[in-house]
Nanobody, 125 residues
């Protein structure tokens, strides 16, 4: 089973920005809903954002709405997560995953597959 690959994480100060990328070999990423998730040590995994297969529909967790933006680049077979105004509570490992089901972003987290290995985001003064 092909997996997605996350990149773009790093160590930043509060208030700074990062852009995460989710890519895959081939173009299949363009055809399905893609979600970004995060998990901090000792905490449950949280769905941060999701974008529909068409790219016309997006949703966000309350904790990031207004600061994060998810987008697609079909030419590069990628999904991005632009993260602005980062805060220490955003520190986590960020993962992307795909839902091939028809409900797309409306599915449960367990409906998502093809998980990557994650990219670490650390926000610290």
């Amino acid at each position: 089973q092909s997996q997605l690959v996350e990149s773009g994480g790093g160590l930043v100060q509060p208030g700074e920005s990062l852009r995460l990328s989710c890519t895959a070999s081939g173009s299949f990423l363009n055809y399905y809903a893609v979600g970004w998730f995060r998990q901090a040590p000792g905490k449950e995994r949280e769905r941060v954002s999701c974008i529909s297969d068409s790219g016309r529909s997006t949703n966000y967790a309350d904790s990031v709405r207004g600061r994060f933006t998810i987008s697609r680049d079909t030419g590069n077979n990628a999904v991005y997560l632009q993260m602005n105004s980062l805060a220490p509570e955003d520190t986590a490992t960020y993962y992307c995953a795909m839902n091939r089901g028809i409900v797309g972003c409306g599915g449960f987290d367990t409906d998502f597959g093809y998980w990557g290995r994650g990219t670490q985001v650390t926000v610290s003064p």
